[in-house]
C-alpha cells in the first residue's frame, strides 16, 4: 500500500461517517490534533483490559472488530469500513478498552488521543455531545447486526453483510469466505454458492481474498425479501 498523505487522509474522514456529521469548527480542530498511525497485518490496535485511550478512525486497509459479553470469548463481529471510528468509551467511563480492534491489512488510522478529547470538551461541553454521536452511530451499526442475523434466508444474511461493508461501489472489500460465514452465521460452502451466484448476478465481482460490489441495490432488495433459500 502506498503511503498515505494527510490531506487525502482528512478527505476520507471528512466524506463519510461521524466526522462528516459533525460542525465544521469541530472538525477543524479534532484533525488539527489528530495523528495519522499506521498499523501492519496482525497488529493488534487495542485489546479488552487495555487503559483507556483515545479514538481511532479508519482511513484505508482492513480492521476487524471482536469483542463479547462479560466472560465469554471475544468473537468477531463487525469488520469496518472507513470514515468508521471507535474507541470512544474509554472517554465516556474512563475505564479500560472493551473490545479489540485488529489490523488484517497494512492500515491507516486517524487516532485523537484521550487527553485532547477531554481538553475539547473541558473547553465546550458540546463537544461531549458530539463525541457521544459515536457511540449512537455504533448502537445503530449494532441493531442492524442483530437485524440481519435475524433473517432466515441464508442468501440474504450474506447480501446484509455485503452490502453493510460496501462503502463504495470501486472500493474492494477484504474480507475472506471464512469471516463472511462467522459474521452470517453460515457455513463456507454457504457463502461459496451465495457468492456465485451473486456473481452470475452481476451484483459483486471476485478477487483474491477481496470483493467488490457493482450493485449495492441489488444486493439491499434481495437482503430484504428474505426469501427461503
Not at 38 to 62: C, H
Not at 119 to 131: E, L, T, V, W, Y
Not at 180 to 192: A, E, F, M, P, Y
Request: proline share 5%; glycine share 6%; aromatic share 6%.
Amino acid at each position: 500500500m502506498a503511503r498515505m498523505s494527510r490531506a487525502h487522509a482528512e478527505r476520507i474522514m471528512c466524506e463519510a461517517g461521524w466526522l462528516a456529521q459533525m460542525p465544521e469548527a469541530f472538525r477543524v480542530r479534532l484533525l488539527q490534533n489528530a495523528l495519522l498511525l499506521k498499523f501492519d497485518a496482525g497488529q493488534v490496535i487495542f485489546r479488552p483490559g487495555d487503559p483507556a485511550g483515545g479514538i481511532y478512525g479508519l482511513v484505508s486497509g482492513t480492521v476487524t472488530v471482536d469483542t463479547a459479553p462479560l466472560d465469554s470469548t471475544p468473537r468477531l463481529i463487525h469488520i469496518a469500513v472507513p470514515g468508521g471510528w471507535t474507541g470512544e468509551d474509554s472517554f465516556m467511563t474512563g475505564k479500560p478498552r472493551r473490545i479489540e480492534l485488529f489490523a488484517r491489512s497494512e492500515t491507516w488510522v486517524m487516532h485523537v488521543p484521550l487527553e485532547t478529547m477531554e481538553q475539547m470538551a473541558a473547553s465546550d461541553p458540546n463537544n461531549i455531545r458530539a463525541f457521544g454521536v459515536i457511540s449512537i452511530l455504533a448502537a445503530d451499526k449494532l441493531l442492524r447486526i442483530v437485524h440481519d442475523l435475524q433473517k432466515k434466508s441464508v442468501s440474504s444474511r450474506i447480501a446484509s453483510v455485503l452490502h453493510r461493508m460496501s462503502w463504495s461501489t470501486d472500493a474492494p472489500i477484504s474480507v475472506s469466505q471464512e469471516n463472511l460465514g462467522i459474521l452470517t452465521n453460515t457455513s463456507r460452502k454457504q457463502v461459496n454458492s451465495a457468492i456465485q451466484r451473486f456473481v452470475e448476478a452481476g451484483w459483486i465481482e471476485t478477487g483474491y481474498r477481496s470483493i467488490i460490489v457493482t450493485n449495492p441495490s441489488a444486493l439491499r432488495r434481495h437482503a430484504e425479501q428474505d426469501v427461503a433459500d
